[in-house]
């Protein structure tokens, strides 16, 4: 399939530059597949196509504050430092810059208690940097680490808890699971009076999330790694709701590239920890997913492809440019979308 197949035209104004104040009043498009209708309404308004026995699964992975600024050591000149992926102990991989003067063993000061040397470089040009600090690592960034907001999002961000999830648990991704950020304690509640259950997974979200496909052919692209796990707990809610004819709702892309992942490995779901690197784009054949609740995706994007396996590809970009017409927010700050 061709790369230009996933593109639309989107200009800047839909681009939400921060989030909801109230997270659940963000707009949701419902997307009936079997009659192909569309409706609009409210995200708090998803518990109504929701069923009791059905199961959400949500990604329970945390962002970490994962934008560090400092400068080379006896230098003046500002260097940005974003996680990306942690090697060993105080070893990670990195996006520096600017990179060029990054070269191995140059010493960074971030803080009079954090420092770190580049120790190698990776085929890419990511710097793998290991750190010296006082302290708790964790508190460190906490303290002095900025949220790694995607590059379209220019407004700074005031309340880093608006860029996490309500039940984020596990500290790993560099970027948040979107889809979950429209949910409230108090709609997740509904949601279990109602007799929904709610699983967790965690993938945690890499810097290639943002990563265009950059091939004419889609099938030549090649995916970034995430870590993902799926426990014996989770899994047993999961298979329970689908032994019962309930259906397995998705939150967001990285909970159906979880389930997908492990179902592609085993010919099953099963608990599982491991890497994945799987790319699913139309003509896959979805094991365990059966309803997908997303935001609205970057054109020619992974994303947008894994979207339109689920439905159709013009059924999906007839429902972008829906969304255009009625003025709905896109990408990580934007509104939400059912795909029942």
Not at 32 to 37: G, I, K, S, Y
Request: proline share 4%; aromatic share 10%.
């Amino acid at each position: 399939m061709n790369t230009n197949d996933f593109d639309y035209e989107l200009d800047p104004s839909f681009i939400a530059q921060h989030p909801e104040d109230k997270r659940s009043e963000s707009k949701l498009m419902v997307l009936d597949r079997e009659n192909n209708t569309i409706e609009h309404k409210h995200f708090y308004d998803i518990i109504d196509y929701l069923n009791p026995g059905d199961v959400l699964v949500v990604n329970n992975s945390r962002v970490i504050p994962a934008r560090l600024y400092g400068s080379r050591e006896g230098k003046e000149e500002s260097i940005e430092v974003l996680l990306l992926k942690n090697i060993k102990d105080n070893k990670w991989e990195c996006l520096v810059r600017p990179g060029r003067k990054m070269k191995i063993f140059t010493k960074i000061v971030f803080s009079d208690k954090l420092t770190g040397l580049v120790v190698d470089i990776t085929e890419e040009g990511h710097r793998i940097i290991e750190f010296e600090y006082e302290g708790i690592f964790k508190e460190i960034l906490e303290e002095i680490g900025n949220m790694p907001l995607p590059p379209y999002i220019t407004e700074r961000l005031e309340d880093k808890s608006k860029y996490q999830t309500v039940y984020a648990k596990l500290d790993g991704s560099v970027a948040a699971p979107t889809a979950g950020l429209h949910f409230t304690e108090e709609l997740l509640n509904k949601i279990r009076e109602k007799g929904i259950d709610i699983a967790y997974v965690t993938l945690h979200v890499g810097l290639g999330t943002f990563k265009p496909v950059s091939d004419d052919k889609i099938e030549n692209h090649k995916m970034h790694s995430e870590y993902y796990i799926l426990d014996t707990q989770n899994y047993e809610i999961i298979k329970n709701a689908k032994d019962n004819g309930g259906n397995v709702i998705a939150v967001g892309t990285t909970s159906i590239r979880t389930l997908e992942s492990i179902a592609s490995k085993f010919g099953e779901l099963k608990p599982d920890a491991d890497w994945t690197d799987i790319f699913i784009y139309p003509g896959y054949e979805f094991k365990v997913v059966d309803n997908l609740i997303t935001n609205f995706h970057l054109p020619k994007s992974t994303l947008i492809m894994l979207v339109s396996s689920l439905y159709d590809r013009e059924r999906i970009l007839e429902a972008y440019e829906e969304a255009k017409k009625n003025n709905y927010r896109f990408f990580s700050f934007g509104d939400a979308m059912l795909i029942k």
